[in-house]
């Protein structure tokens, strides 16, 4: 999985509380993306960001936060989990201009 | 329409047929093409790598692009056990600050020994 490693692997959570997912590399790749994968739509980005500080929103970001104050840590925050929000969530990252995104293994997160 | 079209499936083949995978999009603006392999719990794997129309080989996979068609295809040759996955396509836009892969729903592949 390119150096990338995600925590938790696993949650369950319940409707309202806050729950923040970790993704770790150790490529030193400039760009980290966060995607949603749900049976019938597919993988879906929800942010990403180009540099320490510097991040955007992506197609479907609507209920959620990132932050990265390091190059190597990139962190997706449900501020208030809805059941909506249960799905497998991956981490990506890339270098440079390049086109290639490696993702890491995954976290698959239930809300109740 | 969806952007990236891609037939779920599930395909079944017997171990040692030609596989063909495909995908179709409606931007014809869209410049990299990709496929990623993803085995069950397991993130997406980058296969194949493509900029703009032709045909890249690697060993047993052929990444293909007709862009005057919309039309990408994957094909496996001499398919394995192992290469049982969903295989997804992804699509991007050219130019500097465009990071955003838009990908097909997968096909499920079973090859069966």
């Known amino acids: 999985d390119a150096g990338i490693t995600q925590s938790p692997r696993h949650k369950v959570t319940e409707t309202g509380t806050p729950v923040t997912l970790r993704c770790h590399q150790t490529?030193?790749?400039?760009?980290m993306y966060w995607y949603r994968q749900d049976p019938g739509h597919g993988l879906r980005l929800i942010h990403y960001?180009?540099?320490?500080?510097?991040?955007d929103k992506g197609e479907v970001s609507d209920g959620y936060s990132v932050s990265r104050s390091k190059t190597e840590d990139f962190l997706l925050t449900l501020e208030s989990a809805t059941s909506s929000q249960t799905s497998v969530y991956f981490c990506?990252?890339?270098?440079?201009?390049?086109?290639?995104?490696?993702f890491g293994p995954g976290t698959r997160l239930t809300v109740l | 329409q969806k952007e990236v079209e891609q037939d779920p499936g599930p395909l079944s083949v017997p171990e040692g047929a030609i596989v063909s995978l495909n995908c179709t999009y409606s931007?014809?603006?869209?410049?990299?093409f990709m496929w990623y392999r993803q085995y069950s719990r397991k993130g997406p794997e980058l296969l194949m790598y493509?900029?703009?129309?032709g045909n890249k080989e690697d060993g047993r996979f052929t990444a293909q692009v007709d862009k005057s068609s919309k039309y990408i295809s994957l094909f496996i040759r001499d398919s394995q056990p192992s290469d049982s996955a969903t295989y997804l396509c992804?699509?991007?836009?050219?130019?500097?600050?465009?990071?955003?892969?838009?990908f097909g729903k997968g096909t499920k592949l079973s090859v069966i020994p």
């Open positions: 990506a990252i890339s270098e440079g201009d390049s086109n290639e995104q490696f």
């Open positions: 490529e030193n790749h400039r760009y």
């Open positions: 960001s180009y540099g320490v500080k510097d991040t």
């Open positions: 931007n014809s603006a869209f410049q990299y």
């Open positions: 493509t900029y703009s129309s």
């Open positions: 992804a699509m991007k836009l050219p130019g500097a600050g465009s990071y955003q892969l838009t």
